[in-house]
């Protein structure tokens, strides 16, 4: 039996340096041959020009390069893009340009559907299919970043690993990701610029420290009791808000690095003044800063958006009591391309309207 194609963009370095010299070329090959892989951000073996025709023939006989491709984009009224990317095993998954006067920033998948089942998430009404490998999550940066340069004319400033999936249950590719995002042989972006956001698995944000994370961690609270909390949810029930708190901690203290707390406002369900108290304690025991999210209802949604002036007194009460706290203005809300809306609607459509964009 013939051994499967080797998916070149999962070796690491010495391994690809490796697979040159069992290939019959000189070591300097390998390191230019890395180079495409990921600094010059390479789509093809024929991207690759300054390397021997013969090698690159080698290369595809022995390895496949799969990148994603952008199969369609929509662009809201507030200039958010939301990008559909087709995976080589055809499926789709969905990746946001989000622009501010201040930012650009890239909100990322980490898996195929996600099987966490949010109740408030969009996502989480569809089945998980897989995880994203190491080059297509990393692809998803790479083509926001063009889409970034031709409607804004720079490259993006913040990268957030915040779109479908958990990317903490796909570990590997999402700690070897961020790496070559930030890596100077990488595509070199400012690690202090990327922020991997957790629906909260106690264990995993213990390995993260204990693995010398370097990148900025973003838990998506919602609800800072465990009843409220395990209702919207479920990966609640075997990671307590207290189990999280002790992981949370341990995180801070080994990676002196801070914590946020995403906290989408659901009207009625956790916007109370009660709420808010218990969102005051909680923060305050891990030092975390509160971003407040204005929801997006999906369809069949049983919660409702809290009112703007409710929210801003939500707010103040968090920052009278020493909380740093923000709203963050949902964007994008016409194309659902707002958080917890990425749902891959249109991917019926896809197939007839797609394009490629290189
Ligand atoms: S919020 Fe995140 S973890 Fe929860 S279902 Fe949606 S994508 Fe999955």
Redesign the pocket.
Known sequence: MSKPPVDIRELQVDEVQLLTEELGEKPYRGKQLWEWLWKKRARSWDDMSDLPKTFRAKLAERCVLRPLVLAEEQKSEDGTVKCAFRTWDGHIVEGVLIPTPTRLTACISSQIG?S???SF?A??KLKRVRNLETGEIVDQVVLIDQLAHKYFEQGLTNIVYMG???PLLNYANTMRSAERITAPDGLAMASRRLTIST?GIAKMIRKLADDGAKFNLAL?LHAANDAKRDRI?P?NEQNSLGDLKDALRYYTRKTRRPVTFEYILLKGFNDSLTDAQELVRYASDVHAKVNLIEYNPIDGSEFGRTDTDDAVAFMHYLEKKGIVARIRRSRGRDIDAAC?QLANKNEPALKEGEREMK
């Open positions: 996600c966490l089942t949010c998430c996502t989480g479908m999936g958990e629906a998506s949810m990966i917890g």
